[in-house]
């Protein structure tokens, strides 16, 4: 049976940091893709960001890019994101999801991944 449980979100203020963790279990990351995705209030889910560390690949968002890090410890089965220089406008529900369809193309269609976490929630706000 696959699990993803996220952890780490909570409130923050404009311009610091949090680390969010997705730990995995029923799955061997060696076959999948994560991704990361949010939704915040009144709009669509977006895709923030993806890794596949078997194939070496990784995507982010180019509203995340250079601000978010997205990483791996496969021994752990655990994958993290890791947020900085956060806006208010990143304020969402972060999920994140895994795929196997095609793990090393990283992709960031909704559609395309099989299993989804619950969620954690975001909040940026002085």
């Known amino acids: 049976q696959v699990q993803l449980v996220e952890s780490g979100g909570g409130l923050v203020q404009p311009g610091g940091s949090l680390r969010l963790s997705c730990a995995a279990s029923g799955i061997t990351m060696d076959y999948y893709a994560i991704g990361w995705f949010r939704q915040a209030p009144g709009k669509e889910r977006e895709g923030v960001s993806c890794?596949?560390?078997?194939?070496?690949?990784?995507y982010y968002a180019t509203s995340v890019k250079g601000r978010f890090t997205v990483s791996s410890d496969n021994a752990n089965n655990t994958v993290y994101l890791h947020m900085t220089s956060l806006k208010l406008e990143d304020t969402a529900v972060y999920y994140c999801a895994a795929t196997s369809l095609f793990p090393a193309m990283c992709s960031m269609s909704h559609s395309e991944y099989e299993h989804w976490g619950q969620g954690t929630q975001v909040t940026v706000a002085s």
């Open positions: 890794i596949s560390s078997s194939h070496g690949s990784t």
